[in-house]
Structures are given as structure tokens and as C-alpha cells.
């Protein structure tokens, strides 16, 4: 082929493994890189992404101003699946106390959700000595799905600290989708909660960071 004044060359993308490899065993060495620009609105259109989300952390001292609208994306969602069986204003008041206690300690935050200016859910968690603990984690049904997961997760992984090793979190028996999500996150189930109506998952943070960046 050279001899007739031609050069053979292979193109592959290099997120296609196993093109490359083929290019390699055949002989093709790399000469070249293609780069390609587009729009950041192009290429956030063809991956999914839903770019007026807003995520930001809680003001704790304004956590009463969130609180009803937090517990009722909370209610909407578990009250199918795992129902308390008391009036809805209880359960409000013990989940708004124990949640205010948490917040008194430093380690604990809120995340606030927003669509523009709605609020479509929050994410409660710690982080302890090198361990990620994924509290609550709670998005109106109408968002779960649309990408609303993996834009909190950039935004955590981003504004996390490098010490952690391990994750972990809690799901209810009855909540199959929260099971499901959390062993596709890399987590274990180990245990379960002091009341045996939950699940306790523990997995490494590397996978955690493996998944997001997989995508």
C-alpha cells in the first residue's frame, strides 16, 4: 500500500475500548487527535442535563422557613411505601425536631434542589472522621429520573472533602427503588437499622466517584 502512495489509518474514538485495541493489534499506532467544540448548551442538551437546577447548601438558621415545604416532598414520597400510621402534623413535628437537633451539630447539612426558583427536593448527610453518610435524600416524583441525581452528585463530589473512604446510608425495607439505587451506587447491605425497618449499606467511596465519572 505504501508503495503505491497510500497510507492506510484507522479512526476510533477513545472511549471505544475495544475499536482501540483492534486498531493496535492490526498494527496502527496513534498519529493524530480529532477534537471536536460545540456549544456548552449543545452539549448539555444531548447528555440530559437539566442546567437551571440549582443546588445549594441550607442556612442552618433558616431551616424552619424550608422545613414544611422539605417534609412535604418527604410525605409525598414515603407515605405510599413506608406509611407511620400517625396524623400527618405528628409526624411533621417529630421529623422537623429531630432534624433541627441534627442540624445543631457542625458536621450535619442540608442541600436545597431547586428547578429555578421551585424547590424539588434536599439531601441530608454528615461527613465523620473518612465516612460519607447519606441521611435522606428526597426529590418530587416528577424530577426523579431526569437527571436531578447525577447533577447532585457532581455537586457533591465537587465540594466534598479528599479524606473520605467509605459511604453509607439507610433505605427502607419497603423503598425497592432507594435498594436498587444505592447497590447500583457500589453499597453493601451490612445490617439494618436499631428498629430492623431498615437496611444498612456500606460501600468505598472510590466506587462512589467511579460511577459518577463512568457516565
Known amino acids: 500500500t505504501l508503495k503505491l502512495g497510500k497510507v492506510p ?14 486498531a493496535i493489534k492490526c498494527g496502527f499506532r496513534p498519529a493524530w487527535v480529532e477534537l471536536t467544540a460545540r456549544e456548552s448548551e449543545f452539549v448539555d442538551e444531548i447528555n440530559g442535563m ?20 422539605l417534609f412535604e416532598i418527604l410525605s409525598c414520597n414515603m407515605e405510599k411505601i413506608a406509611p407511620t400510621g400517625n396524623s400527618k402534623d405528628e ?15 457542625d458536621e450535619r447539612q442540608i442541600i436545597l434542589i431547586k428547578d429555578k426558583n421551585e424547590l424539588i ?11 460519607f453518610m447519606m441521611e435522606e435524600i428526597q426529590i418530587k416524583p416528577d424530577y426523579q429520573g431526569k437527571n436531578t441525581f447525577r447533577s447532585l452528585y457532581g455537586f457533591l463530589l465537587a465540594n466534598l472533602g479528599k479524606d473520605i473512604e467509605y459511604v453509607e446510608a439507610y433505605a427502607n425495607k419497603k423503598n ?14 451490612i445490617g439494618t437499622n436499631k ?12 466506587d462512589l466517584v467511579g460511577w459518577f465519572n463512568s457516565k
Open 121 to 131: 427536593g434536599f439531601f441530608h448527610f454528615y461527613i465523620r472522621d473518612n465516612t
Open 9 to 22: 489509518f484507522y479512526c476510533a474514538a477513545w472511549s471505544n475500548i475495544r475499536s482501540v485495541r483492534n
Open 91 to 105: 409526624d411533621y413535628r417529630c421529623w422537623s425536631e429531630a432534624v433541627s437537633e441534627g442540624l445543631s451539630r
Open 176 to 189: 425497592e427503588r432507594s435498594i436498587g439505587i444505592l447497590g447500583h451506587l457500589g453499597l453493601s447491605v
Open 50 to 69: 437539566n442546567t437551571d437546577f440549582c443546588l445549594s447548601y441550607l442556612i442552618k438558621s433558616e431551616f424552619f422557613q424550608y422545613s414544611e415545604a
Open 195 to 206: 428498629n430492623g425497618n431498615s437496611y444498612h449499606f456500606k460501600g468505598k467511596y472510590s
